[in-house]
């Protein structure tokens, strides 16, 4: 996905490129595939359950699937759209029994291309699914399964992409795109190849009005409210926060404060954390 520059002939423009979108091939969504999602706007019942979001362009949501468990079937791969929901592309695919489908567009996958997920040993070519243990050392996968038949929970990002390190015993190992290594269970399925829309973590957004159309609000410093606002409020002029660590809103440390709970069920499956 090539990212276009625009010339700096407005305020707008200096700082800011776009998706070129060369790479689409279907422009609508399939309408059998989508839903019209309730929008919150980050208030519950009229009350901000989650600042600084709201408003933004209404979208459709793509039913994208990430089981797909029509297991030994070929499917061919119709059309490569845009999903405003995620950062990656996403492909329409049509099985041998007619059904239609979205699922995560691998990178370097084309229109009329076949692919197929199955629980047995297949041919390894982009956007095949399989489980782990049937996949060669060394490739790079997404959608990653934490248990088995459950979905694909991680690696669904645009442009990533986990590299397989080792099948032993009961677990497959892989690398995350954070640099995390961990195990699931080698029954657990993925899919072969690299998330498409690499080029995304390029673009610049610019201005403040790109933002909001993403239904991101501003976001004010808690140094410039008041105390009854914020910890960090109050003070003559630009001062520091006065305090020995940030806190967020209602006094918590923030900023750096590890949040992931110690008994979490899945750490004992981390074998080395991210930097």
Same mark, same amino acid.
């Given at each position: ?20 979108? !060369? ?5 609508e ?29 209404k ?8 089981? $797909? ?6 499917a ?56 782990? !243990? ?28 986990? $590299? ?15 640099? !995390? ?12 190849? $690299? ?12 201005k ?14 808690g ?16 001062n520091?926060?006065g ?24 750490n ?8």
């Open positions: 996905m090539p990212v276009k520059v625009y010339k700096k002939n407005k305020a707008g423009r200096r700082f800011s490129s776009v998706d070129t979108f !060369e790479d689409l091939t279907k422009f969504p399939e309408k059998s595939l989508i839903t019209t999602p309730k929008r919150r706007n980050g208030r519950s019942n009229g009350t901000i359950s989650v600042r600084h979001r709201g408003g933004g362009n979208r459709y949501y793509r039913l994208v699937d990430f089981k $797909q468990a029509k297991y030994d079937m070929p061919e791969v119709l059309a490569i759209e845009y999903d405003p929901n995620r950062g990656a592309r996403i492909a329409l695919i049509k099985y041998e029994d007619g059904t239609k489908s979205y699922v995560l567009s691998p990178l370097k996958i084309n229109v009329g291309d076949k692919i197929m997920s199955s629980l047995q040993k297949i041919e390894a070519n982009f956007g095949c699914r399989m489980p782990m !243990e049937f996949i060669p050392i060394g490739f790079m996968v997404h959608n990653i399964e934490m248990k088995p038949k459950e979905g694909a929970k991680l690696v669904r990002g645009a442009g990533n992409g986990a $590299q397989l390190l080792a099948v032993e015993g009961n677990f497959a190992t892989f690398k995350l795109p954070s640099g !995390e290594v961990r195990k699931v269970s080698k029954h657990c399925s993925a899919t072969v190849g $690299q998330l498409s829309n690499v080029d995304r973590n390029l673009i610049r957004w610019g403040a009005g790109r933002m909001r159309h993403l239904g991101w609000r501003p976001e004010v410093r140094k410039a409210m008041n105390p009854v606002d914020h910890p960090h409020g109050g003070g003559e002029g630009h520091p926060i305090m020995k660590r940030p806190e967020n809103p209602w006094g918590k440390p923030a900023f750096g404060v590890k949040s992931r709970k110690s008994s979490k069920w899945s004992k499956f981390i074998v080395k954390r991210r930097k």
